[in-house]
């Protein structure tokens, strides 16, 4: 059960509703989410606004953004967070195998710059301070800044998600952890 009460659509600013509605549907199914954001409409509208933003204009590719959502949600055993993106992760490619052992040195499916967002968002997420030259040359060579720039923000902005859906008590919406148990199991077939 959330730790406050979850908030309607109806009950926030109308100029908020907009990005409440496409939070909760386009984005992904997030609703339960958005209804402990809406209690501070600032943060629905610049929070949820920015995240739709960057999704309108995916600069970065969608299977190394869910790549790196799905390591730092694992890293900070995020239950809503993975159960969100992993189907997305599997829609991409990998298999509920490889999802499952993302963060083993070998996953099945991984290339070289699969490998390299994985090990990025580990350190971004456990060591920022002591990222090495290196690892931002790699960085370099398979990314623009900009990308860079976004894929840095994207892992730390899930490290605050996930943080804030555990501390919120934000539960899971109804159909999510079967969805993510049916893929899995169709995967295998």
């Excluded at 999802?99 to 456990?126: E, H, S």
């Excluded at 892992?155 to 998600?161: K, M, T």
Aim: aromatic letters at 6%; charged letters at 25%; glycine letters at 4%.
């Amino acid at each position: 059960m959330p730790r406050v009460r979850e908030i309607e659509i109806d009950e926030v600013p109308a100029d908020a509703r907009p990005i409440y509605q496409r939070y909760a549907t386009d984005y992904g199914p997030f609703l339960n989410q958005v209804k402990i954001f809406a209690h501070r409409p600032p943060a629905l509208r610049h929070i949820m606004g920015m995240l739709l933003e960057l999704a309108d204009e995916a600069v970065l590719p969608k299977r190394y953004l869910e790549i790196a959502l799905v390591v730092v949600s694992k890293l900070n055993e995020c239950e809503y967070c993975v159960a969100h993106h992993a189907p997305r992760l599997m829609d991409l490619g990998l298999s509920a195998d490889a999802v499952a052992d993302i963060l083993a040195d070998q996953v099945p499916g991984f290339d070289q710059v699969d490998t390299l967002v994985r090990d990025y968002a580990v350190q971004v997420t456990n060591t920022p301070g002591r990222i090495r030259d290196a690892m931002h040359e790699r960085l370099h060579l398979q990314f623009s800044e900009e990308q860079i720039v976004e894929l840095t923000l994207r892992v730390a902005l899930c490290g605050f998600f996930n943080r804030f859906n555990d501390a919120m008590g934000i539960e899971m919406e109804d159909g999510v952890e079967a969805e993510m148990t049916a893929r899995s199991a169709a995967m295998g077939d």
